[in-house]
């Protein structure tokens, strides 16, 4: 490991399904960083096309000592493969190496490896243990952390999944220095997220430091990390499957799962759709008496600086706003077709709550590319 980087654990405590969140640098090569895993004979690393180049032998031969066989899996890359064929190639994998109930799944790679990794391990054979080893800035502060697995259904994103527990998360920074500008970006819109729901010191610690995340500087990108994680395992350990508070973190999500499903997944990367999607929650809290116009100028300001669109597209040229309402009605925090939005009820803080189809038009068309 990196001597200038010292490995952090942040735990999330969910009684016997509790773990621990390995944060620093060069963790993937290293034998002892799965020592204390489930006892097992066989392991199976899944990883996509991307990753699996950079990474997979390493972890391979890391994780060696500890199983007789170490079988590999490597997906199409992409949002748009985040579907039941490609999920089906992780359990022809499980089947054709003849693995039991005790094989460890390793989800080597960002949130669409992960979130199939997890789901393949809540199904296969009713539950097999898995562990997150996440290579994207996204997947190491959002996705990888407080168990939600699934893929895509062509009407609505991650509509299809369990509420699953990883044994553990190994966040390699060192990972992070092969990621593109672009996924960088996408990644700082979940760190962003953090400021304005929970911790507005933190939203000033993200402002000074914007350059140097995204510059990948590894000490900037081990503070942003730890204190994300930190922050999503206390609220995911307060509520464990969304019954209430956990819904906060989807801050943005609203708005930008209906861009990703109404673009088309893979257009659009999962973070920019957050980063856009964090702007139109703004105006929305705006306009709904919540916060001010300067408190939503600063959040466009930040999700701009990160390098991430803050002007919404247009997903229908007749009615655009109608085709936003059709997609968000289908919105995990929907209820009785009424769309629930997470809102910024003053700076640091987050709220639920439904707003009138006619405010959320009016948000729409002055955030969207036809009336910016």
């Known amino acids: 490991m990196s001597a200038s980087i010292p490995m952090h654990a942040v ?5 016997d399904r509790s773990y621990s969140i390995a944060i620093g ?4 090569a290293h034998p002892d960083t799965f020592a204390a895993l489930p006892k097992a004979s066989a392991a199976l690393v899944v990883t996509n096309t991307t990753v699996a180049p950079l990474y997979a032998a390493s972890l391979q031969a890391a ?4 199983y007789k066989a170490v079988h590999l899996v490597v997906l199409p890359d992409g949002e748009e493969f985040k579907t039941w064929q490609t999920l089906n190639l992780i359990f022809d994998a499980l089947l054709h190496k003849s693995c039991d109930r005790k094989t460890v799944l390793f989800a080597l790679g960002g949130g669409v ?9 809540a199904s296969y054979m009713r539950g097999v243990p898995f562990v997150q080893v996440p290579t994207t800035l996204l997947a190491q502060v959002d996705s990888s952390v407080g168990g939600k697995t699934g893929i895509n259904h062509p009407l609505g994103k991650n509509m299809v999944g369990a509420f699953y527990q990883p044994q553990r998360v190994v966040c390699d920074l060192a990972t992070l220095k092969t990621l593109p500008a672009r996924e960088v970006s996408a990644g700082l819109a979940e760190i962003i997220k953090y400021g304005p729901i929970a911790d507005m010191v ?18 900037a990108l081990a503070h942003a990390v730890r204190r994300s994680c930190e922050i999503k395992a206390h609220v995911v350990a307060q509520d464990e499957r969304e019954g209430g508070l956990r819904a906060i973190l989807n801050f943005g999500h609203t708005f930008g799962h209906a861009i990703e499903a109404g673009l088309g997944y893979g257009q659009w990367l999962h973070g920019e759709a957050v980063g856009c999607g964090m702007v139109m929650a703004a105006h929305l809290s705006q306009r709904l008496g919540l916060v001010d116009a300067a ?12 390098g991430l669109p803050t002007v919404g597209p247009v997903l229908d040229a007749q009615d655009n ?5 059709d997609l968000m009605r289908v919105d995990k925090k929907a209820e009785g077709g009424e769309i629930r939005f997470v809102l910024i009820d003053g700076p640091g803080r987050a709220c639920v709550r439904g707003a009138p189809d006619a405010l959320v038009r009016a948000v729409i ?8």
């Open 11 to 15: 735990s999330i405590d969910l009684q």
């Open 25 to 28: 640098a060069d963790l993937i």
């Open 63 to 66: 994780l060696a000592p500890h």
């Open 113 to 121: 490896v992960g979130d199939m990794t997890g789901f393949a391990a």
């Open 202 to 219: 933190f939203l000033d610690w993200i402002e000074a430091h914007l350059g140097a995340l995204r510059a990948c500087d590894v000490p």
């Open 295 to 306: 408190f939503v100028q600063r959040i466009t300001r930040l999700v701009q600086g990160a």
């Open 321 to 325: 706003a109608g085709r936003y309402l």
């Open 365 to 372: 068309d002055a955030c969207c590319a036809t009336g910016a």
